[in-house]
């Protein structure tokens, strides 16, 4: 054999090696990936290969709205090595929310829905609100205008509820899930839908044993926050993707929630490695400069640095080196 046949080879075997999947989310975009579905208690792309996704939640639009737009959409799949967004929408706050406001924070989610389908990430249009079940039909009325819209890009997935409290999952949560999920369902018949779970949804064991039937494509949400919901909490959800149930973590922080907050190295690397193993996707709380150990930003971090490294905090480089791992 030739050298230049030989390195054509070498060429080839290259390419061939580099299309298997990396645990760099950021190569791991839509333009690769297409359209995802559920399959058991995966999620799988175009050629129903299991895929995860790792990446990062916007902070509320009421309060940090300036990082609602295209660059830091940019930066967080170039720089944060990401293939997921959240864009967590408040709802209802003593400072407004789409309750007050829906054309403006309508405009917020539209600029970073289309900034994540130009730079090639899946979006979550989040519901972010504890009470979604008193104002359903707003929340209906939303998903529907934003499926309408959106629901033909492989990008969209949509998340109902964001935290539940104390309400029932079969009388109150589920019921409330399946109005909106038939509002999506008109619009879009198959990009997934995740739905919040009872207390600040850490109880997706109720959800396991009454699951939402007839329809596809549909995930239920964990969060936790590393420092404070430990191995309790994996053993819950364990039981629950044992009965096979398809869980999304649409929000977690490495800190503790506790008035004094902290990073929890440790016991961020656990639940990782048990979101690893189970193939659980996962996107951080959150793309902000706030005062909080959860915050992925140090303070006054301009739009186009986000996710550089000199900007982001302790928390926020642990989770960068996680997105690529
Ligand atoms: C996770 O995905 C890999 C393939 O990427 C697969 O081999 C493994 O069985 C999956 N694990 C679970 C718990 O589904």
Known sequence: MNKSILSICLVVLALYIDSSISKDAGQETVSKHGKLSVKGANIVNQNGEI?????????WS??????WNEETVQGIHDSCHSNVIRASMGVETNDGGYLTDPDGQMKLVETVI???????????????EEKADTHQAQAVDFFDKISKKYGSYPNLMYET?????????????KPYHEA???AIRANDPDNI????????????????DDPITGYSNIMYTLHFYAGTHKQWLRDLTQGAIDKGLPIF??????????????????????????????????TNWAICDV?????????????????QQDYLTESGLLVVAQNKK
């Open 114 to 128: 289309e900034a994540a389908i130009k730079h090639d990430l899946y979006i979550i249009v989040d519901w972010h």
């Open 291 to 307: 005062a909080e150990a959860s915050a992925a930003l140090i303070a006054d971090t301009p739009t186009n640095k986000v996710c």
């Open 51 to 59: 895929v995860q996704l790792k990446g990062m939640c916007l902070y």
């Open 62 to 67: 009421i309060w940090k709205p300036q990082y």
């Open 249 to 282: 973590v649409t929000e977690y922080g490495t800190d503790n929630v506790d008035v004094v907050n902290w990073v929890d190295p440790e016991e961020s690397q656990l639940w990782w490695d048990f979101c690893d193993k189970n193939n659980l996707s996962y």
């Open 180 to 182: 909106v999920i038939k």
């Open 193 to 208: 839908i995740i739905c919040g779970t009872g207390q600040w949804s850490q109880r997706v064991d109720e959800a396991a």
């Open 161 to 173: 509820f964001n935290e539940p409290t104390t309400q029932s999952w079969s009388s109150v949560l």
